[in-house]
């Protein structure tokens, strides 16, 4: 991994946790995850007219991953309802690389070295240790099950978007086309298991969307496009390192409680993330 690849994936970290937390701030999580995607969908149809059409099997590649993104997006949303943002992001995204590690070596996708190897298995313990946490201070255990779903659709669209960008061969157009697909498909579900509550009202929300999922949206181009330049299990892992910059969020903006051991667990990430740079 180059050090631009290396230093995009780190400036998109910080871009996935911001915006995390602005969907967090909203009262309705779904509301702030519908108001995401349509904003997601919005600037992808600004970028659509510039780049190239999908042909042949990349279509393939975009539904499915449209498809996962709606069930991450779901389950997301769910578990922000009954968690803390320094909680509930940790298990999610650092889940994520242990799943995306294991399809790798299983299927071949990718080489990677000892050093990347060990530091997603320490970046493994660091989650571990994260939801152990759940269990000790008396948090809702329901968030377990919803956020390791999310990591489960982390996991899936990683792989999908990472080969799919390979297979189409412009990262930026493929993202542009994702989220225009990920907002036709996630849209009509959430109306649907909500109603209108989860309508986006108020000027001062739609701005606050639009300002998420621009970060969104410029953070996951260039994860995309890093997977194209490196390992995607080592990319997700690296992407991982977001778990701080939203537990640094949840503390300073939600008060979230900061006791040893989830201090420990972000440690604990950390040197995760370090072995894999080594």
């Known amino acids: 991994m180059t050090?631009?690849?290396?230093?995009?994936?780190?400036?998109?970290?910080?871009?996935?946790a911001g915006w995390n937390a602005l969907v967090k701030t909203g009262q309705n999580k779904q509301s702030g995850m519908l108001?995401?995607?349509?904003?997601?969908?919005?600037?992808?149809?600004?970028?659509?007219?510039?780049v190239s059409l999908p042909q042949g099997t990349a279509w393939l590649w975009l539904i499915a991953s449209g498809l996962i993104h709606m069930f991450y997006q779901l389950f997301l949303g769910l578990a922000y309802e009954r968690g803390d943002l320094s909680r509930v992001y940790p298990i999610a995204r650092g889940a994520a690389p242990m799943i995306v590690l294991i399809v790798s070596l299983s299927f071949g996708i990718d080489?990677?070295?000892?050093?990347?190897?060990?530091?997603?298995?320490?970046?493994g313990l660091?989650?571990?240790?994260?939801?152990?946490?759940?269990?000790s201070s008396g948090e809702d255990r329901r968030l377990i099950p919803l956020a390791l779903g999310s990591a489960a659709a982390t996991?899936?669209?990683?792989?999908?978007?990472g080969l799919g960008a390979r297979v189409m061969?412009?990262?930026?157009?493929?993202?542009?086309?994702?989220?225009?697909l990920s907002a036709v498909f996630y849209t009509p579900v959430i109306l649907a298991l909500r109603g209108r509550s989860v309508l986006p009202r108020g000027g001062g929300q739609i701005a606050l969307g639009l300002l998420a999922?621009?970060?969104?949206?410029?953070?996951?181009?260039?994860?995309?496009?890093?997977?194209?330049?490196a390992p995607i299990a080592l990319v997700t892992a690296l992407r991982e390192s977001s778990i701080l910059f939203a537990m640094l969020l949840g503390w300073l903006f939600f008060r979230d409680t900061m006791g040893?051991?989830?201090?420990?667990?972000?440690?604990v990430i950390v040197a995760g993330v370090i072995l894999t740079r080594l």
């Open 213 to 229: 999922g621009f970060a969104s949206f410029i953070a996951y181009a260039l994860v995309v496009w890093a997977m194209t330049k």
């Open 126 to 135: 660091g989650i571990v240790l994260m939801a152990h946490g759940v269990f």
């Open 260 to 267: 040893p051991t989830k201090i420990l667990a972000g440690l």
């Open 155 to 161: 996991a899936g669209y990683s792989l999908v978007d």
């Open 3 to 16: 050090g631009l690849v290396f230093s995009s994936v780190v400036f998109a970290a910080l871009l996935h």
């Open 169 to 180: 061969g412009d990262a930026l157009a493929y993202v542009s086309w994702l989220l225009v």
């Open 35 to 50: 108001l995401l995607t349509l904003a997601h969908a919005f600037f992808g149809l600004c970028i659509l007219p510039f």
């Open 111 to 123: 080489s990677l070295r000892g050093l990347d190897l060990l530091g997603i298995l320490v970046l």
